[in-house]
């Protein structure tokens, strides 16, 4: 069914203005409570945000709802999106609500729901929810209405829980980690994490200031990692984005590495080690050809899925992978938590790079991508991929590949733009036919 609210991670969109407005965040509070209120105990749901200046008032707007449905609210602060999953599963609550619109500048905001076992919800319940939404609220009796209390200790909490999927042998002793937190939800915890396991650690993007958020600097803009890497001759730099369930890094000579080579190396260390579940990763069609061909000489399989770490955690619970990810960063490894979590993969990162006594130079080229090349084309309306002049444009571009590349054309699930993507052996080629079928959609608009 079409959907009015919810898109590919939760609910997204500039704040103030349909749907991120603080009256539909009150009414999602309380289809979502209303969802989830089962059964004759206290009902409680745990709220997280990352650092954008819009937090406080969804926050306000979101206990308004819950509370009004008779669910009691734990509000745990700025934290990381796999944090929330965390605490809402270790708490025994209902649900968890993360506020955040993850890489995306301040001016927007997002909702994601987790259910009770700390996964991302269900179709079936965001469409429960979606109907809710529009219907009058059931509202509580006087006497039971919910109650809110903020908890001190959520960021310890975390960060032990962090640092227990580090192995117990190794520490960071000896080593000088930049890590830019993106002025976002970790700027606390993931430098006490690797403080606390050993590491220097010199931080960025660790002084929010409500707009500051993915601004010039965290995953989706790495150049001043980069910078202080080389400036500080840092053994490795890590990179997370504003609600740090993404990771990119920088090795030792400034070099961006991305999930797709971080996938390639736990996935291979995991295997030797006896570990990996599933025979291999699964990974989006975005992913790069290369480590389709890496893992299959490694005796291991490459499942693609449809964009989106949702789709890809769907995919490893329904055939028992156990790592799995995005070339954009998102890296999913279920045996420590039940969504991406950045600081996580990062450790498990590090840990390869304490036992190989190898620099991140050599340890984390694991294969030579092929030529991939990704634009994006912003709209404001219509369906531009529905028109005949996009589709000869794309059709003339599979022609021109002819069997020697991939190309990738979709709408972007949680923001207004279309993305294509081209790899090949023939970098030009690869160049050509993105250009122009970018150009054919800018045409149609």
Same mark, same amino acid.
């Given at each position: 069914?079409?959907?009015?609210?919810?898109?590919t991670d939760g609910i997204r969109g500039r704040t103030n203005e349909a749907p991120m407005t603080p009256e539909i965040a009150m009414r999602v509070g309380q289809a979502a409570g209303a969802h989830f209120v089962r059964g004759e105990h206290?009902?409680?749901?745990?709220?997280?945000?990352?650092?954008?200046?819009?937090?406080?008032?969804?926050?306000?707007?979101?206990?308004?709802?819950?509370?009004s449905v008779g669910m009691d609210v734990t509000l745990v602060g700025p934290m990381?999106?796999?944090?929330?999953?965390?605490?809402?599963?270790?708490?025994?609550?209902?649900?968890?609500?993360?506020?955040?619109?993850?890489?995306?500048a301040f001016a927007d905001n997002g909702i994601k729901l987790f259910g009770p076992d700390g996964?991302?919800?269900?179709?079936?319940?965001e469409e429960a929810i979606e109907a809710l939404i529009e219907a009058e609220p059931q509202l509580a009796a006087s006497a039971a209405i919910g109650r809110a209390r903020?908890?001190?200790?959520?960021?310890?909490?975390?960060?032990? @829980? &962090?640092?227990?999927?580090? *192995?117990? %042998? /190794?520490?960071?002793? +000896?080593?000088?980690?930049?890590?830019?937190?993106?002025?976002? @939800? &970790?700027?606390?915890?993931? *430098?006490? %994490? /690797?403080?606390?396991? +050993?590491?220097?650690?010199?931080?960025?993007?660790?002084?929010?200031?409500?707009?500051?958020?993915?601004a010039k600097c965290g995953s989706t803009d790495p150049a001043a990692l980069i910078a202080k890497v080389i400036e500080t001759r840092a053994d490795i730099g890590i990179a997370l984005d504003g609600d740090a369930d993404r990771l990119i890094v920088v090795d030792d000579r400034g070099n961006v590495v991305d999930g797709d080579q971080l996938m390639a190396l736990i996935g291979a260390s995991w295997a030797r080690k006896g570990l990996l579940r599933g025979g291999g990763v699964v990974a989006t069609v975005m992913s790069n050809l290369g480590l389709e061909?890496?893992?299959?000489?490694?005796?291991?399989?490459?499942?693609?899925?449809?964009?989106?770490?949702?789709?890809?955690?769907?995919?490893?619970?329904?055939?028992?992978?156990?790592?799995?990810?995005?070339?954009?960063?998102?890296?999913?490894?279920?045996?420590?938590?039940?969504?991406?979590?950045?600081?996580?993969?990062a450790l498990q990162v590090l840990a390869e790079l304490v036992e190989s006594g190898r620099p991140a130079s050599e340890l984390?080229?694991?294969?030579?991508?092929?030529?991939?090349?990704?634009?994006?084309?912003?709209?404001?309306?219509g369906a531009p991929l529905e028109q005949d002049a996009v589709k000869r444009a794309i059709a003339d571009a599979e022609a021109r590949l002819n069997g020697t590349g991939r190309l990738v054309i979709r709408?972007?699930?949680?923001?207004?733009?279309?993305?294509?993507?081209?790899?090949?052996?023939?970098e030009t080629l690869v160049e050509a036919v993105v250009d122009s079928i970018c150009e054919a959609v800018k045409a149609a608009l």
């Open positions: 069914m079409a959907r009015k609210y919810f898109g206290r009902h409680r749901v745990v709220i997280g945000k990352d650092t954008r200046l819009s937090g406080y008032m969804m926050e306000s707007a979101l206990v308004a709802g819950f509370t990381p999106t796999p944090a929330v999953a965390l605490l809402t599963r270790s708490m025994r609550a209902d649900l968890g609500v993360m506020i955040s619109a993850s890489h995306n996964y991302k919800l269900s179709d079936r319940d903020r908890v001190e200790d959520a960021r310890g909490r975390y960060i032990h @829980a &962090a640092k227990s999927s580090f *192995p117990e %042998a /190794l520490s960071l002793d +000896g080593l000088r980690i930049v890590v830019d937190c993106a002025n976002g @939800a &970790a700027y606390q915890v993931a *430098p006490a %994490a /690797l403080w606390e396991l +050993g590491a220097e650690v010199i931080a960025l993007g660790v002084a929010p200031d409500g707009i500051n958020i993915n061909r890496y893992l299959g000489g490694h005796g291991l399989s490459l499942h693609r899925t449809a964009v989106g770490d949702r789709h890809v955690l769907e995919a490893m619970r329904a055939q028992g992978f156990n790592v799995g990810g995005e070339q954009s960063g998102h890296i999913i490894l279920t045996d420590h938590a039940t969504t991406g979590d950045g600081l996580v993969a984390l080229r694991q294969f030579e991508p092929l030529p991939q090349l990704l634009k994006n084309v912003r709209f404001k309306g709408k972007s699930g949680t923001e207004p733009l279309i993305r294509v993507m081209a790899e090949g052996e023939d």
